[in-house]
């Protein structure tokens, strides 16, 4: 294949992409907004799934370097109560199907397994436009641009590849998760480290939670989640960090202790992440020479899936055009046709489980379906 892919968005899907077009001898450059590999901090724990993101992993030929990166134990669940009582407590003994890596250690995996060069850092696209006959130019903020007749907007939630293809933008879903850390927890926190345990903890009620995940290094990370609307959280100065993290906080008010000094005892400014989603079944027609993967095409709540669905997509976009060398469409296709029913499936799963978590039986509903009785 002749045909140079132009990928813009070096997150895990995009690079999985690249990934799998070089294990095929097809050549791909990756441009990425940010300045460099370090140039932003990479998120925490990702649960990589038997089902999508590992077979991801063993299309681009990384899936030994992938078990390297396990950290063991970080499977287990458990449940509490607002009081902290444990209703729920499942350890991990090893025979799950998502095993835990830090989400920059994959990035920086994947990173590692292309050839240099491939990845080209500092490019922030200003605009992308058609030319017609299946070509496209993206224009940077620089100035720069480059031309290309195969283009993937790998570029995630605010995806400026998308609008080639279709007119539908992000909305907010009503909930907001606050990011916060405690380092070295249980030394420092052993209280809040013994209610988190050794994987992910979820403190639950309708329409708000405090949930963490044991990270490496005695880490815990917790996204506190809070149905509010937007207005709402445009009145905390997040700028004033201890009092953004009490005015979260007194939304907790009776909470046990333990639970609440993961937001008011954070080592780290707390953070708004506001939730968006695409519409369900987001689906566009087929335009010649341009495609999407991961957020970018099927932007959906939290679900443990995001990642896995992403790099899924760049290894099945991958794989469709190894498969198809002299005909571009068909294998754009052909990857459309599994995309779009994949999305909207897992878009429904994601929608189901915030009902789960956040609804009004929560904690119980989620229970329920740890336990098999759903």
Not at 34 to 54: C, F, K, T, V
Not at 64 to 72: A, I
Not at 80 to 99: C, I, K, M, Y
Not at 318 to 333: N, Q, R, S, Y
């Amino acid at each position: 294949m002749t045909t140079h892919v132009t990928i813009i968005g070096a997150g895990l899907g995009g690079l999985t992409l690249a990934r799998v077009l070089h294990v095929h001898g097809i050549p791909a450059t990756v441009y990425e907004a940010e300045s460099s590999p370090a140039g932003r901090a990479q998120g925490g724990m990702l649960d990589i799934h038997d089902h999508n993101g590992q077979p991801a992993l063993r299309a681009a030929g990384l899936i030994e370097e992938f078990r390297g990166l396990v950290l063991e134990g970080r499977q287990a669940a458990r449940a509490l109560a607002p009081d902290g009582t444990v209703l729920f407590d499942e350890p991990d003994d090893g025979t799950g199907g998502r095993p835990e890596v830090m989400r920059g250690e994959l990035r920086r995996m994947l990173l590692d397994s292309l050839p240099a060069g491939v990845v080209r850092w500092g490019h922030k696209v200003g605009d992308v436009r058609a030319l017609g006959d299946s070509r496209h130019e993206v224009t940077f903020a620089d100035g720069a641009s480059v031309v290309t007749s195969l283009l993937v907007g790998a570029d995630g939630a605010w995806s400026r590849v998308r609008p080639l293809l279709s007119d539908a933008t992000p909305e907010y879903v009503g909930m907001s998760f606050i990011e916060t850390y405690l380092f070295d927890a249980d030394t420092r926190h052993p209280a809040s480290a013994k209610a988190v345990g050794g994987g992910a903890m979820y403190a639950l009620a309708p329409g708000k939670a405090i949930q963490a995940h044991r990270e490496s290094g005695g880490t815990l990370h917790t996204y506190v989640a809070l149905r509010k609307p937007q207005d709402w959280f445009a009145d905390i100065d997040f700028t004033d960090s201890a009092a953004a993290a009490a005015r979260i906080a007194r939304e907790f008010d009776g909470w046990a202790t333990e639970l609440t000094a993961l937001i008011t005892d954070s080592d780290t400014a707390p953070i708004l992440r506001p939730l968006n989603t695409l519409p369900s079944g987001h689906r566009w027609d087929r335009v010649p020479g341009v495609t999407l993967l991961g957020d970018a095409a099927h932007l959906m709540p939290p679900s443990g899936e995001g990642a896995n669905l992403a790099m899924y997509d760049g290894a099945e976009l991958g794989e469709a055009i190894a498969a198809h060398p002299d005909d571009v469409e068909a294998a754009l296709t052909e990857y459309e046709q599994a995309l779009f029913p994949r999305g909207a499936a897992e878009a429904a799963e994601a929608a189901h489980l915030h009902e789960l978590m956040f609804g009004d039986d929560a904690p119980h509903s989620l229970i329920d379906m740890f336990t098999g009785h759903e």
